[in-house]
């Protein structure tokens, strides 16, 4: 039996985070001063950006990776179709700026695929089985909810009901490592139930990297040109690049909370514990996408199905089949587990995905695939991770990090309270900083804001986003 996208997410959930190629280094001398000082040209650095062009203001946005994009990368290259190797999806198309931006870009903006199944074995679950599954999970997310009203935050895992029976470990994954990047016991209940719904999934034909490089072909930015240093002690931002010194009246750091807390960036003075300790709390999960080329459809699945399997263990994945038409299929392991395979590396990811694939569609998988390759954000130095998730009791972190630091401002989806782990997290998480910085500087009055989205209320039992 097919569940349709909104049963499934309205009692779960299914996020993927994560860089664009394209974009272009900086073809004359690094400039030496500007008004606002950007660091990082993912979603977050480039919404900043062009906010601060849009009030008149000189800004520079210096990106350590050689393409625009951060989290969202799309690979144009490798297969017949662009492949989003991170964030996939975009959400809320009624108040969401980028899927507007992205139109009139003259891309091409489509809803998720509706369909998606699950695999007992080698067949489908049946239509009992299925809807079994869906009062799992609707009881799963019911227990959460209620815990996330209690006095103290409290991991997911620890108020799961315990007569799940043969879908606890599905309700699990798909609640936890495939939502979200990290197992349940991992993550605050608190966090997960004040993620705005985000049932409405929207994808770009051509890529979300390739989006977010589109929006920024007319920012100034230098690529490859890691921030180095970043003097914040006096009424100036210094910021050191291996290209020279960058002098402006504010800066956006928009960096990751791993590279946050790694200490990849050096501050003078150091970053206030306040903030590093919120940081830390909101780690990013493991995320991962193995992509194969599967010729003939030897899966014998329709063009974007999507497919996960009843599972009692954490050794399992998400398959995105036949993606945009094509012979292209996508494994996406996460968690605690997804996090050790990566570790080994791109053969073993490849193994297992074949290995997966015939315990579920039998032995002609493995001589049918042509061509493989796999993301490793964990080992990605400019990222370190995946999505930002809140540690049991983290949840109030993500106000702290919009808190300003001197003439300095954090962006990027960990610092969304309600849209963390999605592209439209980070696009108005910059604006928002882009905005406090202007108001430091005195370059915008407090009347005169970019317009900004309501928070759709929240269905009590929705699940957390989709990316």
Not at 183 to 203: E, F, P, W
Request: charged fraction near 20%.
């Amino acid at each position: 039996m097919a569940m349709t996208r909104r049963e499934l997410l309205s009692a779960s959930a299914a996020i993927a985070v994560a860089p664009a190629f394209g974009g272009r280094a900086w073809g004359t001398p690094l400039p030496r001063e500007a008004d606002i000082v950007v660091i990082g040209a993912g979603a977050a650095g480039i919404a900043a950006a062009r906010r601060i062009q849009a009030a008149n203001r000189r800004v520079i946005v210096v990106e350590a990776a050689s393409q625009i994009g951060g989290r969202c990368l799309t690979d144009t290259a490798t297969f017949d179709v662009p492949l989003d190797r991170g964030a996939r999806w975009m959400h809320n198309p009624e108040t969401n700026p980028m899927i507007k931006l992205a139109r009139s870009a003259g891309l091409e903006i489509s809803a998720a695929p509706l369909g998606q199944k699950i695999r007992i074995g080698l067949r489908n679950a049946r239509a009992g089985e299925t809807e079994e599954f869906l009062a799992a999970l609707v009881r799963a997310n019911r227990a959460i909810d209620d815990a996330s009203r209690g006095k103290a935050d409290v991991s997911c895992a620890s108020v799961l009901p315990r007569d799940l029976g043969d879908w606890a470990g599905t309700a699990e994954f798909v609640l936890g490592a495939s939502g979200l990047g990290k197992d349940l016991r991992d993550i605050s209940a608190m966090d997960k139930v004040r993620a705005q719904d985000r049932n409405a999934a929207i994808g770009c034909r051509q890529g979300l990297g390739v989006l977010i490089a589109k929006l920024g072909e007319q920012v100034p930015l230098a690529l490859s040109t890691p921030a180095r240093q970043i003097n914040w002690s006096g009424r100036e931002i210094a910021v050191e690049t291996p290209a020279g010194r960058i002098a402006a009246r504010a800066a956006i750091v928009t960096v990751s909370s791993n590279v946050l807390v790694a200490g990849n960036i050096k501050f003078t003075p150091e970053i206030p514990k306040r903030q590093l300790d919120a940081a830390a709390k909101l780690s990013l999960g493991s995320y991962d996408r193995i992509a194969l080329q599967l010729p003939g459809n030897p899966l014998g699945l329709a063009h974007d199905d999507v497919i996960i399997e009843q599972s009692n263990s954490t050794r399992t994945a998400l398959l995105s089949a036949n993606i945009g038409g094509s012979s292209l299929c996508a494994i996406d392991v996460a968690g605690s587990f997804g996090r050790d395979l990566s570790g080994q590396g791109e053969k073993a990811m490849v193994a297992f995905a074949v290995e997966w694939l015939t315990r579920l569609y039998g032995n002609d998988v493995a001589a049918a695939v042509k061509k493989s390759s796999a993301t490793r954000w964990n080992a990605s130095p400019f990222t370190l991770g995946a999505m930002s998730v809140a540690l049991p009791g983290g949840q109030p972190s993500r106000k702290i990090l919009t808190e300003p630091i001197g003439n300095m401002f954090l962006a990027g989806e960990a610092t969304h309270e309600t849209l963390w782990g999605t592209v439209d997290g980070a696009w108005e998480s910059g604006e928002r900083a882009a905005e406090a910085a202007l108001r430091k500087i005195g370059a915008l009055s407090e009347a005169v804001t970019a317009p900004s989205r309501a928070p759709k209320q929240r269905r009590r039992g929705a699940g957390v986003p989709v990316n």
